[in-house]
């Protein structure tokens, strides 16, 4: 999915960007369950935002920022052999930080966002925009592909943004589900 596409999705669904934290902190409460982060790319951005929302502490107990490829594996759980075949911007290692965050906070959701923000590090196989998703529920997981740049010269901050809120939706997605 595109930046564009995204926010047509939102648009579509009459989902304001502002109001999706809010969304989420208030499905997890109606069902009685936790969320928990980990981010590489959006730097705790998600956490931000879920944490930005009064009530969220009933909902939400842990993010984890992982940079760092060790971070990955010693916190998270992500196999060395994931980073050294797929790297760590790759559907598989979302889907481990994803379970890795959800097994350490024994939360319901776990939420995971890896990729290339930019300005530099992208690749023609893996553009500056690039970042994988991953969610994690006791039912199995799941991970998404967006490419959040935008226009000629890619925005980090913008990138770091719309992936944050696209992390919500997707966990919106699951905890409707759940």
């Known amino acids: 999915m595109k930046a564009q596409e995204f926010l047509e999705l939102l648009e579509k669904k009459n989902i304001r960007s502002e109001e999706l934290s809010a969304l989420v902190v208030e499905a997890l409460s109606q069902k009685g369950l936790k969320i928990a982060t980990a981010e590489s790319c959006t730097g705790g951005l998600v956490s931000k935002m879920i944490t930005d929302v009064s009530g969220s502490s009933s909902v939400f107990d842990c993010g984890v920022c992982s940079y760092a490829n060790s971070i990955k594996s010693k916190i998270l759980g992500v196999k060395e052999e994931t980073l050294m075949t797929y790297g760590a911007v790759s559907e598989k290692t979302a889907q481990e930080m994803a379970r890795g965050v959800r097994l350490l906070s024994k939360a319901d959701i776990g939420v995971s966002t890896t ?64």
């Open 115 to 178: 990729g290339i923000a930019g300005p530099m590090g992208g690749s023609q196989y893996k553009p500056v925009g690039l970042v994988y998703i991953g969610v994690s529920t006791e039912k199995g997981l799941k991970a998404y592909r967006v490419n959040m740049a935008q226009g000629k010269v890619p925005n980090r901050q913008k990138i770091r943004e719309l992936s944050s809120l696209c992390a919500l939706y997707y966990a919106l997605s699951e905890i409707e589900e759940i």
